[in-house]
T-cell receptor, first 118, second 116 residues
Framework: GAGVSQSPRYKVAKRGQDVALRCDPI?????LFWYQQALGQGPEFLTY????????KSGLPSDRFFAERPEGSVSTLKIQRTQQEDSAVYLC????????????????FGPGTRLTVL | AQSVTQLDSHVSVSEGTPVLLRCNYS??????LFWYVQHPNKGLQLLLK??????LVKGINGFEAEFKKSETSFHLTKPSAHMSDAAEYFC??????????????FGKGTKLSVKP
């Protein structure tokens, strides 16, 4: 079956531009996560959705970062007024169950969007 | 707080020789531990996970890992490396208490190179 997909795969933005990154999770998955992976580092948690509800945004680095999942399926991560330090790979993952009840749940990752801010 | 430490940033082996990628964890509670692999320009793929059942966990592509509570380790091994194993490997712990339960905490990664 189809896995998690993300678009665009690559995005180049000039400093100060706004960008929008899209994630299509596996159909029917309740949980959706966004991670940021800087060059040479492991992914770091940004935010979590349970269906359409954003239950955890503790990892968002600034108020320039905004995420939504209005119908409980597709999610968009928006970054306003991009800065060079925002350059990273942004990963989306989904899992079948609610996060709290599934600490051992497998998260299924998309291929990521590589954002380069010039 | 929970964390994982991958002891080697880069491991190089010859094809057909054993692979050992080391990981130590820190957790106040019984942890859920994972190994993920990331091939260039591809998504993270789950190799295996430990969830307090058997301490020796078998995964895909011949990989396995052993949970050792006394050593707080979860090392990844494979008896014989293949060229296709060359990739970045991440040891991961899942937060298992509190408001962030279920979030994944990644190590910094170990890049595995396989020489012909």
């Amino acid at each position: 079956g189809a896995g998690v997909s993300q678009s665009p795969r690559y995005k180049v933005a000039k400093r100060g531009q706004d960008v929008a990154l899209r994630c299509d999770p596996i159909s029917g998955h309740v949980s959706l996560f966004w991670y940021q992976q800087a060059l040479g580092q492991g992914p770091e948690f940004l935010t979590y959705f349970q269906n359409e509800a954003q239950l955890d945004k503790s990892g968002l680095p600034s108020d320039r970062f905004f995420a939504e999942r209005p119908e409980g399926s597709v999610s968009t991560l928006k970054i306003q007024r991009t800065q060079q330090e925002d350059s990273a790979v942004y990963l989306c993952a989904s899992s079948p169950h609610e996060r709290a009840g599934g600490a051992s749940d497998t998260q299924y990752f998309g291929p990521g969007t590589r954002l380069t801010v010039l | 707080a929970q964390s994982v430490t991958q002891l080697d940033s880069h491991v190089s082996v010859s094809e057909g020789t054993p692979v050992l990628l080391r990981c130590n964890y820190s957790s106040s509670y019984s942890p859920s531990l994972f190994w993920y692999v990331q091939h260039p320009n591809k998504g993270l793929q789950l190799l295996l996970k430990y969830t307090s059942a058997a301490t020796l966990v078998k995964g895909i592509n011949g990989f396995e890992a052993e949970f050792k509570k006394s050593e707080t380790s979860f090392h990844l091994t494979k008896p014989s490396a293949h060229m296709s194993d060359a990739a970045e490997y991440f040891c991961v712990v899942s937060v298992n208490y509190g408001g962030s339960q279920g979030n994944l905490i990644f190590g910094k990664g170990t890049k595995l190179s396989v020489k012909p």
